[in-house]
């Protein structure tokens, strides 16, 4: 468990600095994200980017993990999560459930799916 949760903090911090590279690492191939408006986002589009920083600039995210599964080399993490940021020009903040589901790949976890 000690693993996934270094894992979901790097994610997150990779994520607050933008750094696509460093969010990349902790991504399968073959990720996808699906939001709870609907949106959905394979890796690529998943990955920060300097226009995302300008667009809707991160003041907090955090995930808080609430319970986790392990089937083998899978993972079922289900987190409370907490997000500020101001998106174009509007304060933004957004509390919810989310659930990742993380894989071992050559000895490291990677995340393979989140559903917010």
Not at 47 to 67: C, F, G, I, N, Y
Not at 90 to 105: C, G, I, Y
């Amino acid at each position: 468990m000690s693993e996934i949760k270094a894992a979901s903090r790097a994610l997150v911090e990779a994520q607050l600095r933008y750094d696509p590279v460093a969010v990349a690492r902790l991504l399968t191939k073959d990720f996808v994200y699906v939001g709870n408006d609907g949106f959905s986002a394979n890796r690529s589009e998943f990955l920060p980017s300097a226009e995302d920083r300008k667009r809707r600039p991160l003041e907090l995210l955090e995930w808080k993990l609430v319970q986790i599964r392990f089937y083998g080399d899978t993972a079922v993490a289900l987190y409370s999560i907490h997000e500020k940021s101001n998106e174009n020009g509007k304060p933004r903040e957004f509390r919810n459930r989310s659930l990742a589901t993380w894989v071992k790949q050559n000895g490291r976890w990677l995340c393979a799916a989140i559903h917010d």
